[in-house]
T-cell receptor, first 113, second 115 residues
Framework: GDSVTQMEGPVTLSEEAFLTINCTYTATGYPSLFWYVQYPGEGLQLLLKATKADDKGSNKGFEATYRKETTSFHLEKGSVQVSDSAVYFCALRVNTNAGKSTFGDGTTLTVKP | GAVVSQHPSRVICKSGTSVKIECRSLDFQATTMFWYRQFPKQSLMLMATSNEGSKATYEQGVEKDKFLINHASLTLSTLTVTSAHPEDSSFYIC???????????FGQGTRLTVV
């Protein structure tokens, strides 16, 4: 079956530090890949996406590149801010699987001033 | 992006009563919606897939008689937690897909507390 494995947290960084959250996946088909962010007490917001190999998703300074050869979709940001503190979920969706999304366990990021 | 509205955001109910949670797609039609449950500091657990005009598809281990799902229109799905017990207390989140887009859009979530 489909699965997503992401870096265990929690991750604590100082403001302006470089962020990497690793994500690897296994899928029965050809998936689309996503990063979602969840702030305390809220639902999930789409952060970025990539739908085919070598695509780079980017938004709000975050980037992730769809690497088919390594089945990875690592999230990066060059300079984090306190406001980036949240839980980040890597996810995939395969068209043939009734549209269901498969999520990683989430990584909690805390950015300190 | 597309907007999914979930209501209520918080609800407290007494043990044995039923609670209904609504999930609406505000600016698109969603033939499929998904209901998730999230425990503290954990990932989302898919409960069921809600299909407009037909019965929901439940994941293994989810009691369909306890978690009633109705998807009567292309913009509304409801989850009713029947005869709620304290162990049903959780954060419930819905999502919907806009046809033609790969991503799902999520509601704000509902914090259910059963006392």
């Amino acid at each position: 079956g489909d699965s997503v494995t992401q870096m265990e947290g929690p991750v604590t960084l100082s403001e302006e530090a470089f962020l990497t959250i690793n994500c690897t996946y296994t899928a029965t088909g050809y998936p689309s890949l996503f990063w979602y962010v969840q702030y305390p007490g809220e639902g999930l917001q789409l952060l970025l996406k990539a739908t085919k190999a070598d695509d780079k998703g980017s938004n709000k300074g975050f980037e992730a590149t769809y690497r088919k050869e390594t089945t990875s979709f690592h999230l990066e940001k060059g300079s984090v801010q306190v406001s980036d503190s949240a839980v980040y979920f890597c996810a995939l969706r395969v068209n043939t699987n009734a549209g269901k999304s498969t999520f990683g366990d989430g990584t909690t990021l805390t950015v300190k001033p | 992006g597309a907007v999914v509205s979930q209501h209520p955001s918080r609800v407290i109910c007494k043990s044995g009563t039923s609670v209904k949670i609504e999930c609406r797609s505000l600016d698109f039609q969603a033939t499929t919606m998904f209901w998730y449950r999230q425990f503290p500091k954990q990932s989302l657990m898919l409960m069921a897939t809600s299909n407009e005009g037909s019965k929901a598809t439940y994941e293994q281990g989810v009691e369909k008689d306890k978690f009633l799902i109705n998807h009567a229109s292309l913009t509304l799905s409801t989850l009713t937690v029947t005869s709620a017990h304290p162990e049903d207390s959780s954060f419930y989140i819905c999502s919907a897909r806009d046809r033609g887009l790969p991503e799902a859009f999520f509601g704000q979530g509902t914090r259910l507390t059963v006392v």
